[in-house]
């Protein structure tokens, strides 16, 4: 049968395998899964660029590490499964494919004990190109080595070398180890140690007792946790009874999964440093998915929910899994996402319904609370329609003492009595517009009679802060006085309009429009967002 052995072509397929999706982030974290893999204690994170741009990124661990043997079964493509099924590697290709994404040549040195002798084999790709074979290099372990070994890794450990680092940055600079160049990889090295806080949070923490603790450091910084829960400040919502789902494998055999869902409090009841920790925006919310205690893809509803949108950025899901439910989660080779079945979607989406809506019913009640309280600066409508005395309006006769009735010559007739509010002792700066907080009907707005201090009466317009037309279409444009006066202008004519031609048959009239009006907006409106905090960036607030 050896006339049937077909072997790929070396060069086509060693650098074919470097697009297997990796960004620079997963990669380096498919190094630290493998140090995690052999017991480290300790990993340990170097990234440099040389004057001539030359750049080197160091994996040093205080693992296991290997022999000779062990050492080439881990630098084979595929490398024979692992005796730790639980542990962080999959495939056996994470070393190789990880590696190869950001650089044309890696090599790992290796040792068990102190007194052993250092391993070292080399993949280099472009060797691999010039012999077309799989052929690795044995190369001898140069001095600079032997010190990095000793300082990223001890007496015993596992140092995995990348060089050649055609991929490490997005873009080629015209000046290669400018300072352009460095800040680019200093960048790069703190955006790695936010990734590996989060990756790695449970093993970071000290006080988590869920995984044995790992200390990480990059370029010589102990990298911190960052939970994405915020336990300190969230609320897990989920019952006890619901946390545990049962899902059948492929071989018939059942396991189990866990989830949490934790609601985040409103940014607006939190400190400036308390903002920092919980990092609430649209993109994080969603599912948080843990394999073995490592996280493995953070945000997004996974088809159980629609896209993200700001009114469930305060919601969460803790999920976590292990390595028996690898093929039914659909693990891919760089462990940085999975799919749910169908059945399970429909599942989960049945299960989380409830919170998704509480989710997001705290978070309108916030953003509708503040915006009531945020306001709008009504004050250029006040003083436009002020210094315009010839529009047409009735002329008021008097206000009944219980402030609810005025009588007034309008195009009705002389000495109509209407129903309308009576506002007391206004404010001359808003004497004929004003947004309130007392409107009961749902109106968008009601006509009304606006005393001032010296006892004057005029008709004027409220304005109700609680209808979606204000706070979601008013708050957008209130950077914009010329908006917001336009808007007011109109209503206040509406309201004026009213009071100037209705009598007692055609009041009922008149108060049916606006709440068919005030319904209909309600309506169209209905899917529209709340302004967020982007939307709001450039309002001038003078209320």
Not at 333 to 362: C, H, M, Q
Not at 395 to 405: K, R, V, Y
Not at 496 to 507: D, F, P, W
């Amino acid at each position: 049968m050896s006339d049937l052995i077909n072997q790929p072509d070396a060069t086509r397929l060693i650098f074919g395998l470097r697009d297997t999706g990796y960004s620079f982030n997963t990669a380096a974290a498919d190094i630290i899964d493998n140090s995690i893999a052999a017991d480290a204690t300790q990993v340990h994170v170097q990234i440099e660029i040389m004057e001539d741009g030359r750049k080197f990124v160091f994996f040093g661990d205080n693992g296991t590490g290997m022999d000779y043997d062990e050492l080439f079964d881990a630098m084979r493509y595929g490398a024979p499964v692992r005796a730790n099924l639980a542990s962080l590697g999959k495939f056996g290709l994470g070393l190789k494919t990880a590696s190869s994404s950001v650089c044309r040549k890696y090599s790992v040195i290796s040792r068990k004990t102190e007194d052993a002798s250092l391993e070292k084999l080399t993949w280099d790709l472009d060797h691999v190109a010039e012999c077309n074979r799989w052929e690795m290099i044995r190369e001898p372990i140069s001095s600079d080595e032997k010190e990095i070994f000793e300082e990223l890794c001890g007496d015993s450990g596992t140092l995995v070398i990348w060089e050649k680092c055609d991929r490490i940055l997005a873009r080629e600079y015209d000046e290669p180890g400018g300072a352009k160049e460095r800040n680019a990889i200093a960048q790069l090295a703190r955006r790695l140690k936010e990734h590996v806080a989060v990756i790695y949070y449970r093993f970071l923490d000290p006080e988590d007792t869920r995984q044995r603790n790992v200390t990480i450091t990059v370029n010589g910084e102990t990298v911190a946790p960052w939970n994405p829960f915020y336990p300190e400040k969230a609320e897990q919502v989920l019952p006890e009874v619901h946390q545990i789902l049962h899902i059948e494998t492929e071989e018939g055999e059942i396991e189990t999964a866990h989830i949490r869902a934790w609601i985040l409090p409103n940014s607006r009841d939190l400190t400036d440093e308390e903002k920092k920790i919980a990092k609430i925006t649209n993109r994080g919310q969603g599912f948080y998915i843990h394999r073995e205690g490592r996280l493995i893809q953070q945000g997004g509803w996974l088809g159980v929910f629609g896209a993200v949108e700001p009114h469930y950025s305060l919601l969460r899901i803790e999920f976590d899994f292990d390595h028996k439910l690898d093929d039914a989660f659909h693990v891919p080779v760089d462990k940085s996402k999975i799919r749910f079945d169908p059945a399970l979607e429909e599942a989960l989406k049945e299960l989380l319904a409830p919170t998704y809506r509480e989710a997001g019913n705290r978070y309108r009640r916030k953003e509708r609370a503040a915006i009531v309280e945020r306001g709008v600066d009504h004050k250029s409508s006040n003083k436009a329609i002020g210094g315009t005395p010839n529009t047409k309006k009735p002329a008021i006769q008097s206000a009944d003492s219980s402030g609810t009735s005025v009588t007034l010559d309008n195009n009705r007739g002389i000495g109509i009595k209407l129903r309308v509010h009576v506002d007391m002792s206004v404010d001359p700066d808003n004497i004929h517009v004003e947004a309130s907080e007392k409107i009961t009907s749902g109106h968008l707005w009601e006509p009304a009679m606006r005393r001032n201090d010296d006892g004057t009466l005029v008709p004027g317009v409220s304005i109700n802060k609680h209808h979606d037309f204000y706070q979601k279409i008013y708050q957008r444009a209130a950077a914009s006085g010329y908006a917001v006066e336009g808007m007011d202008l109109l209503l206040w004519a509406f309201a004026v309009a009213e009071q100037n031609n209705s009598n007692s048959e055609l009041e009922d009239i008149f108060e049916d429009m606006r709440d068919e009006i005030s319904s209909n907006l309600r309506k169209l409106l209905r899917d529209v967002p709340l302004p967020d905090e982007e939307d709001m960036s450039e309002v001038d607030l003078q209320d």
